[in-house]
Every structure is written in structure tokens, then in C-alpha cells.
């Protein structure tokens, strides 16, 4: 039964990576027919961060009221609405309407299953969750492709990817009796904490620091690689794509890989490794090198970025307590989306003002401050 149960956590994790890349994958077709230039996407995404950030910090609210079941079946539910409407909107002003409910069904049921997981189960568990959003992510753009190359429009695209949330809704909408052997010890470890109240807790600055930093790294790695290797070191345009691509294949590998190793090094020497194989990374795509090391060097980045999003989630219990873990995860969630959403454009900003070159230099500051956030955590925590 409680296997049953975590395979339906895997699959609503998919559905949360589902809706990701569609934008980025459809928007190409998507601005032409709605006659807007190609920047209006950062509208639309910011409008999606902007709600996932909003209802991130609801997150522990909603859960203690609801229940991890009804959050994660309601914003699944909440998603596949909004995917509808993004297939249906007539103009882009409508799209931005149905990106604050994509916003808004995202932000919960991240910070509420992370905490489910973190809380009853192990962190190899964590680690292939965090596996599945990347097959998830993975999907939609192959799906945007199907719908393209067979004239059959971009709207298409998003309605089969709503038509796939609304039956994982129905999944786990019948799931919930699943949910319920764990609800009334949920309610009972449950604590209501303020805003003031949890950014006073030990620990608490140091780690939405690493969240931010983390995911500003991640983010910007992703987004800037193809533009980096092109412009910078005279790699081919489908190169580029190709390699840019292996980052996100490789942190999907390396949560699936560091499942089998993390309950036996623990989460703090799990967090440790990533950082070393992401400096690692970082320094053969900064050093003067081969074009052939540079691209393994991106690789590299992705292998080391994959076990440390998803262990120092797995170690908030650890660090706060079963009771405070549902707040604190909450506003990591929205930290490290605010780090994703403002990083990436803010290297667009220096790149333009300055050389596309300080790629690897952008991201190894971030790796260093949050090494630095990281020791503060653990320091205040009383973890060695």
C-alpha cells in the first residue's frame, strides 16, 4: 500500500516537470501566431514564478487545512486548468490570465510533496523524485515537437499535456484514502509559524541562501550554455543545443545515479560530492581549454548539480524538525524560484554589457556563496 503510494508521488513529481518546458519548446511557433515579439516570454514567465512564489508560501497553510493528498490532487488539478486555457487563449493577454493559475498550481504541491517525502522517506527516494520532474520536463518538449511537425498547432500541444494532468488528477484524486493513514500524524507535528517567527530559527537565512544561489547556478547554466559555447568558444549552433541539452540529461542521470549512494554517504557528505563535481565542472568550462573539455565540463556541472537540490530539502526535518519542516521547505521553494527567475535575465544584462565570457565566472560565484551558506547552515544547526 505504501509502495502504491509512492509510486503515485513519482507520478504527480512528473506532472509538476511536465508544464515546464512547454514554454520554452512551443514559444517559437506560440509568438509568431499571436503576433508578439520574442521577449514577451519572460512576461509569461514571470507571471508563472511570480504565482509559484505566492503559493509556495501558502504552501504550509494549505497542507496543514488540506492535507498532502487533496494540495497535491487540487494543484494538479489547478495546472491542467490553466494548460487548457494556454490552448484556447486567443491572444497573448489571455495567456497571461492562465499563467497565474500555472503559477499558483505549481508552487503548492512542490513544497508540499518535497515535505511529504522528506518526512517519510529515505533520500534515495528524494533523489529519484527529483529524477522524475526531469522526465517530466523531459517530455513535453518531444510532445510541442509531435504537435508541430504535424500541423496540428501549438495549442495542441498544451491540450494533450492538459488532457495527461487531468487523468493523473483522477489518479490522485482516488488516491487519497493513501494519504489519510499519515494525515492525522501530519496535523499533529505540524507547527503554524509567522514569517518572523521561521527567519528567526537557526539556520533558516544560511539555507534560503543556498536555495537561491543553487537554483540561480542551475538556472543560468542551463539557460546561457548554448549562448556561451557559441559565442564564446565558436562551438556550432546544433552542437551547442546538443550539449546544452546533456546538462539537464545529466543532472537527471546523477539524481537517478546518487539514489543508490546517498542513504549510505547521508545528506551532508550527498551535498558535499555534488559541490566538488560542480566545481569540477565549473573549472573545466572557465580554464582555456579544448572546446571538447568545455563541453564535458557542462556535463560535469549538470552530474554535480543533481544530488544538491534535492538532499538539502531531504535534510529539513534534520535541520528544523518534523514540525517546523512544512514551513521551512515553503519558503525555500519560493527562494529558489526567486533565484531562478532573476538570475538568468540578470546574466543577460552583464553579458550584453560586458562579454558573454563571464559564464563560468557567474556561476562559480554563486557555487561559492552557497558553499558559504552551506557551512553557515551547518554551523547553526550543530552539524559538524
Known amino acids: 500500500m505504501f509502495s502504491i503510494l509512492l509510486v503515485i508521488i513519482y507520478l504527480a513529481f512528473i506532472s509538476l516537470g511536465l508544464p515546464d518546458s512547454l514554454i520554452g519548446s512551443g514559444w517559437p511557433a506560440m509568438h509568431t501566431a499571436l503576433n508578439v515579439p520574442t521577449s514577451y516570454a519572460g512576461i509569461i514567465t514571470m507571471l508563472i514564478s511570480a504565482n509559484t512564489i505566492i503559493s509556495s508560501l501558502l504552501s504550509d497553510r494549505l497542507t ?3 492535507g498532502t493528498g487533496k494540495v497535491t490532487a487540487m ?3 489547478t495546472t491542467a486548468l490553466a494548460l487548457f486555457g494556454f490552448s484556447i487563449a486567443p491572444s497573448f493577454i489571455w495567456l497571461c490570465v492562465f499563467a497565474i493559475p500555472y503559477g499558483l498550481g505549481a ?3 512542490d513544497a508540499a510533496l518535497n515535505n511529504y517525502v522528506a518526512l517519510h522517506y529515505k533520500s534515495r527516494q528524494m533523489n529519484w523524485l527529483h529524477c522524475f520532474w526531469g522526465v517530466g520536463a523531459a517530455i513535453s518538449p518531444y510532445v510541442m515537437s509531435f504537435a508541430l511537425t504535424h500541423q496540428m498547432g501549438w495549442q495542441s500541444g498544451y491540450r494533450i499535456i492538459g488532457i495527461v494532468q487531468v487523468l493523473l488528477t483522477i489518479v490522485l484524486v482516488f488516491s487519497l484514502p493513501l494519504w489519510i493513514r499519515r494525515r492525522s500524524s501530519e496535523a499533529e507535528v505540524t507547527a503554524q ?8 530559527l537557526p539556520g533558516v537565512p544560511q539555507v534560503l541562501t543556498a536555495f537561491l544561489t543553487y537554483c540561480a547556478l542551475e538556472s543560468t547554466a542551463g539557460i546561457w550554455a548554448s549562448s556561451y559555447l557559441v559565442q564564446a568558444r565558436g ?3 546544433p552542437t551547442a543545443a ?9 543532472i537527471t542521470i546523477g539524481r537517478f545515479l546518487s539514489g543508490f549512494i546517498s542513504d549510505r554517504l547521508g545528506d551532508r557528505r550527498m551535498i558535499w560530492l555534488g559541490t566538488v563535481i560542480l566545481g ?7 580554464l582555456p581549454l579544448t572546446v571538447s573539455v568545455a563541453l564535458c565540463g557542462l556535463l560535469i556541472i549538470g552530474l554535480g548539480c ?3 537540490y534535492p538532499t538539502i530539502i531531504h535534510e529539513t526535518p534534520t535541520n528544523f524538525g518534523a514540525e517546523k519542516s512544512q514551513a521551512v521547505i515553503g519558503i525555500q521553494m519560493a527562494f529558489a524560484y526567486i533565484g531562478s527567475t532573476f538570475a538568468p535575465p540578470l546574466f543577460g544584462l552583464l553579458a550584453g554589457a560586458i562579454n558573454i565570457g563571464l559564464y563560468p565566472f557567474y556561476l562559480l560565484g554563486f557555487m561559492l556563496i552557497m558553499m558559504i551558506a552551506i557551512f553557515g547552515l551547518n554551523r547553526a544547526v550543530h552539524i559538524d
Open 64 to 66: 496543514r487545512r488540506f
Open 75 to 77: 494543484s494538479v488539478g
Open 107 to 109: 508552487g503548492a504541491v
Open 193 to 200: 509559524l509567522s514569517m518572523r517567527q521561521l527567519f528567526a
Open 235 to 237: 562551438v556550432s549552433v
Open 242 to 250: 546538443k550539449f546544452a541539452a546533456l546538462f539537464y540529461m545529466g
Open 280 to 286: 569540477l565542472g565549473i573549472v573545466l568550462v572557465l
Open 306 to 308: 543533481a544530488p544538491i
